[in-house]
């Protein structure tokens, strides 16, 4: 079909599915029946997908979740964690056991339910569950946030990095939540990349805003022989230092807004780095790269990518308002990457698959004359 008969038959379609006659004939008729039923429970986790999400984090925030990781507990046991009535707990546990994250055992123990028993195995999930909190109180006016009148958002006090002009004096009370986060969040990330992408034909990596180093301990769980330099703010590293002590890898405090970054690397890896920035500062970081990336050297991308095929949500919908709180930065999608690597004298990106694209997408680029 061409462009033109998609679009007009996307508009007849939406013109039946406005009408109210038209709903109710195809919830009823045995050919639409089911594909009705379907939207209307999808249209529905729309509307309540809120309830869901605050479900989760009462489930993570009062314990109860990783409680119930060693086994089945008595509802009694799990009111006196909550703190609260038997209504209010049977409200909370009910809500989990529909949402498959609890499973009641009649007649009156809890245990873990499919989905709750995955989360717990994912410590950065859980962590992003309770920051979620933060972006929370952001999102509670949309409109106020993308119209600039809700002042200052807890997300922007968070990353100072994303607003601030000079993050390279962003004091250690600053960065030492956000480096926790990332390093708790980082271990799946770490093994899709390693996954996509053959390190082992490098020789010396640069993970430029490395964070504590979490990506580079996982490199060198795997390619002991690689040498290994990190790249972070002044305060990260002060953070890193102590947790990377005879590691071998070597700490480079800077700020790529105004330092240059250190050479020697044929391998520089930007993981869950460029989304943060606008373009004049991504540009800016990436020209940064380009004069120290050796001509034989590789350039790593590694960050969800928007409108990637089956991750769709965590594009545009996710971190476009993440970002967009956060105060910079804004999820691209490969194409969008490519300008920015043509503009600063790099080939257009390879993509690696990844097994879960939701967790990251890898792209490649090289230097070019
Ligand atoms: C979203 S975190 C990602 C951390 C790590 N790469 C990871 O995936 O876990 C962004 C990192 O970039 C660093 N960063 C931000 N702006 C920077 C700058 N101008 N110079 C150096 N590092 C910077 C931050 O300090 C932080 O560690």
Known sequence: ???????RWADWRNRKLQDPKFQYWASRFPLTRARSRREAREIFDLVAGFIYSQTLLALVRSQVLQTLRAGPSPQSELQSLLGMGADAANTLLRAGATLDLLAHRPPDRWALGA????????PGVLAMIEHHAVLYQDLADPLALLRGTR?????????????HQTP??????????????MAVSQGLVAAEILDAYDFGGHRCVLDVGGGDGSFLRSVQARHASLALQLFDLPAVIDVASERLQDTGIALCRGDFTCDELP??????????????HDDERALQLLRAIR??????????????LA???????MGHPYFGFYLFAMGSGRPRTIKEIGELL???????PRKYPTHIPLQTSVVAARPVR
């Open 307 to 313: 409108e990637t095929p089956g991750a769709e949500r």
């Open 168 to 181: 390279g004096q962003s004091p250690l009370e600053g960065v030492a939540s956000y480096t926790e986060l």
């Open 1 to 7: 079909m061409t462009l033109e008969w998609r679009e």
């Open 263 to 276: 050479t020697g690397a044929d391998l520089i890896t930007l993981v869950r780095i460029l989304h943060d």
């Open 151 to 163: 002042g200052d958002t807890q997300l922007a006090h968070y990353w100072p990095y994303a607003t």
């Open 342 to 348: 043509e503009k600063t004298g790099f080939s257009q």
């Open 115 to 122: 989905k709750g028993a995955a989360l717990l195995g994912n």
């Open 291 to 304: 004069r120290v990336v050796p001509e034989n050297g590789t350039l790593l991308i590694a960050e969800p």
